[in-house]
């Protein structure tokens, strides 16, 4: 009797001695099939949001047609051209300017190097952005050789194992904090949270943090010089797009200036209130790398596609007791930082486990009044090889939760002080503790909101931190550090 191999789709083949031979498909017995959505939390809402800007998408935008204004050129501009033709060389960055990150609107638009800051910005200014993203499979199944696979190629006999392409989707905060604010640079500290439901008001966890270091004139993508943008001439081709048109936020109309970049592979899309430069939302929807290797019949080879959003929810300024304060004369010179602990992780009703940890602290630019840091935290266990994990975040003046404080400011604080409360987040800062210790005294600023708490302690001479505990209520995680090494 010739061969007869049944797929888990029940799509049937024959083998006739040469080949596999499809063969017509058995009668259907009732049943459904249920697909179901994963609501998990992505990395791309992180790294969508925290102005991770592809270079491709800003190379198409910059080798457009040069703009009929007072700017000349390819986009990429080093010059900019006055009403009489005579052409002045853009001003170079200063040391501490040349540490900003790249950034595509910059060479997009040059005279945003020697702009200001628009004058709502401020050291301690913050935006905050809801932000969500997901992944929608084009197709759901993806094919990888296995000889104890069920699924079998008819024109190779080769066999495989199916697995699901996941859909998945995730939403959120990004709160974006003004950290530092000089004539030279504009270093933002990014916090990532994670609304733990579908319901925008539920408890938020942290995710992550991140940073990033503009210029006075443009605060990465978070906001462009509002005399700048005002010059920008309305474009529309079939890879950019630059309009003015209004923008509402709630009950709130924009005057805005709207761009967009379009390619085969996706577009991004920027929108700014054209009286602030502020950032009013941005989105992007990118199509993922195509499936290789076999697919079954009626599959295709599409990607996954990406989508992202994130709008404006709420714009204030921070009155912390530090904010304007100098920060330690230490930053510069003092480069690793050790710290020894324990992270816990466990269920309601059943024993944690703990595993010993360490949390390393290297401090890789900055300036006299901010610092850029890698931290890099490792988890040891008696029964599995270490986990390392890392991310780079900035520090300064302008934001609660840094590896440092303006040690200026401390000395004033008392236990309780209540100092900041976030209306969209629901996290309260306060004065947990101001203890007096052998070195002189120390100060503990505790956040805490209805999914986290974290409690910070700083010596009060250095302004360092010493001592940190961080608890994710939902999860039911802690983690506790204490300074191991640090300064000399």
């Not at 610092?371 to 994990?389: D, F, G, I, N």
């Not at 210790?437 to 503990?444: C, E, K, L, N, R």
């Amino acid at each position: 009797m010739a061969s007869v191999h049944t797929n888990p789709d029940g799509s049937r083949y024959q083998w006739d001695g040469q080949q596999w031979v499809p063969l017509p498909p058995e009668p259907k017995r009732s049943g459904g099939r249920v697909l179901a959505i994963v609501i998990a939390t992505l990395a791309v809402l992180t790294a969508a949001m925290v102005t991770v800007t592809s270079r491709a998408v800003w190379l198409r935008v910059t080798s457009g047609p040069a703009p009929t204004s007072t700017r000349t050129g390819s986009g990429h501009g080093t010059s900019t051209t006055g009403r009489d033709g005579d052409r002045t060389p853009a001003p170079a960055p200063d040391g501490e300017a040349a540490q900003a990150d790249q950034s595509f609107f910059v060479d997009w638009l040059p005279d945003l190097r020697a702009a200001k800051a628009p004058s709502w910005v401020h050291q301690g200014t913050r935006m905050t952005y809801y932000a969500a993203a997901a992944s929608v499979p084009q197709s759901y199944h993806r094919y990888v050789e296995d000889e104890q696979g069920q699924w079998v190629d008819p024109t190779t006999g080769d066999k495989y194992r199916r697995e699901d392409i996941q859909s998945a989707a995730g939403h959120g905060y990004n709160e974006v904090n003004v950290a530092v604010l000089n004539d030279s640079v504009a270093a933002l500290d990014i916090r990532a949270y994670g609304l733990t439901d579908l319901d925008r008001s539920s408890p938020v966890t942290t995710l992550t943090w991140g940073g990033v270091v503009g210029i006075p004139g443009a605060g990465s993508d978070y906001w462009l010089a509002p005399e700048v943008l005002a010059d920008v001439p309305e474009t529309v081709t079939d890879d950019l797009k630059v309009v003015r048109m209004p923008y509402a936020i709630g009950d709130t109309q924009y005057s805005s200036l709207w761009i967009q970049s379009l390619s085969d592979r996706g577009n991004h899309t920027w929108v700014y209130d054209l009286d602030s430069g502020m950032l009013l939302h941005t989105a992007s929807a990118t199509q993922g790398p195509p499936i290789t290797g076999p697919v079954a019949q009626g599959e295709g080879r599409d990607g996954s596609t990406f989508l992202t959003g994130s709008t404006l929810v709420n714009h204030r300024q921070l009155s912390l007791p530090w904010v304007d304060a100098r920060a330690p004369s230490w930053i510069a010179s003092a480069t690793h930082f050790a710290y020894e602990g324990t992270v816990a992780t466990g269920y309601p009703g059943t024993s944690p486990v703990v595993l010993d940890a360490s949390l390393a602290i290297d401090r890789t630019t900055g300036g006299t009044d901010w610092a850029r840091y890698r931290l890099t935290r490792t988890l040891y266990s008696t029964v599995a090889p270490s986990s390392t994990e890392g991310l780079e975040r900035i520090d300064g003046p302008g934001q609660v939760g840094a590896v440092w404080l303006p040690p200026d400011a401390l000395g004033s604080l008392s236990t309780g002080d209540e100092l900041d409360h976030d209306p969209v987040t629901n996290v309260d800062v306060s004065v947990a503790d101001v203890s007096q210790t052998d070195a002189g005294f120390s100060v503990t600023i505790r956040e805490a909101g209805p999914g986290e708490v974290s409690e910070i302690t700083y010596d009060g001479q250095t302004g360092l931190m010493v001592m940190s505990t961080y608890q994710d209520l939902h999860l039911s995680t802690r983690s506790d550090f204490r300074l191991a090494s640090g300064l000399p």
